[in-house]
T-cell receptor, first 113, second 114 residues
């Protein structure tokens, strides 16, 4: 039973438009959420995170929104650039779990020039 | 900066053979992890370590063993490889304090078991 779900395996967006990647979770003990970005033949790299006490965190073109009541978070990329084409993983962590991140299955984002 | 380094990058094994994946980090991190990535499954935690000399099981530990004899190294062993262990393996490390959960990953090791 996947506790973190990314239901869209892929997403294509035109350059300059907004990319919205979605993630749902089932474990109410999760209190910190992260997004990782992965290029082919490379390891995932940290992108942005949000604590459960917030509902929004912004870093440049990247914004993560958290809706605790719906157990849903989303990553917005505005404007999207071809270099953003990668697999994006949503991850969640609960306090006291020795930082065991639970990852979603990933969404392949393709930004078309 | 080297960060997290995994060796080897690629390996092909026959069923029943054994091998060890080596992970080395130069960031003086306390926590280290081994994940496997399979299509449609995301990254799943195999084993992890919260400090030198300690190891613990993750979500999918069966068929693997680990050792953390030195703080900078975390070894993942397969004693008798099976085709189900064909995967891409990622090592990661993180700071030992705080709750941000940010991991630093290696580039991955692709293992094929025939």
């Amino acid at each position: 039973d996947q506790q973190v779900k990314q239901n869209s395996p892929s997403l294509s967006v035109q350059e300059g438009r907004i990319s919205i990647l979605n993630c749902d979770y089932t474990n109410s003990m999760f209190d910190y959420f992260l997004w990782y970005k992965k290029y082919p033949a490379e390891g995932p790299t940290f992108l942005i995170s949000i604590s459960s006490i917030k509902d929004k965190n912004e870093d440049g073109r990247f914004t993560v929104f958290l809706n605790k009541s719906a157990k849903h978070l989303s990553l917005h990329i505005v404007p999207s650039q071809p270099g953003d084409s990668a697999v994006y993983f949503c991850a969640a962590i609960s306090s006291g779990s020795a930082r065991q991140l639970t990852f979603g299955s990933g969404t392949q984002l393709t930004v078309l020039p | 900066n080297a960060g997290v380094t995994q060796t080897p990058k690629f390996r092909v094994l026959k069923t029943g053979q054994s091998m060890t994946l080596l992970c080395a980090q130069d960031m003086n991190h306390e926590y280290m992890y081994w994940y496997r990535q399979d299509p449609g499954m995301g990254l799943r935690l195999i084993h992890y370590s919260v400090g030198e000399g300690t190891t613990a099981k993750g979500e999918v530990p069966d068929g693997y063993n680990v050792s953390r004899l030195k703080k900078q190294n975390f070894l993942l062993g397969l004693e008798s490889a099976a085709p189900s262990q064909t995967s891409v393996y990622f090592c990661a490390s993180s700071y030992g304090t705080g709750v941000t959960g940010e991991l630093f990953f290696g580039e991955g090791s692709r293992l094929t078991v025939l």
